[in-house]
């Protein structure tokens, strides 16, 4: 059974910072590439940042300099340190997990930038 478990989010006032993990299970994880999405309310998904198995990133240009994603292979985790945090980054964040035509989905985490 794949799982894909989200955490880390949480209330965070505007130029704060979080870091999200997702911890996945049922997958050989490296050979996955991975993905945080967000979607906010009243907007459609958007893929944030993403690593592939190899290890090369991409950052959707609203947080490039301030979201690192990154990945532990021998943890099978995937991290996504978030700084700077404007209040236009309120949103579920979700993990997705990809290989060829499969791809898998975390239930989310929320994320609210707030004073």
């Known amino acids: 059974q794949v799982q894909l478990v989200e955490s880390g989010g949480g209330l965070v006032p505007p130029g704060g910072s979080l870091r999200l993990s997702c911890a996945a299970s049922g997958i050989v994880f490296s050979m996955y590439d991975m993905g945080w999405y967000r979607q906010a309310p009243g907007k459609q998904r958007e893929l944030v940042a993403s690593v592939t198995s190899s290890g090369s990133t991409n950052y959707v240009d609203s947080v490039k300099g301030r979201f690192t994603i990154s990945r532990d292979n021998a943890k099978n985790t995937v991290y996504l340190q978030m700084n700077s945090l404007e209040p236009e980054d309120t949103a579920v964040y979700y993990c997705?997990?990809?290989?060829?035509?499969?791809?898998?989905w975390g239930k989310g985490t929320l994320v609210t930038v707030s004073s």
């Open positions: 997705s997990a990809s290989h060829a035509v499969i791809l898998y």
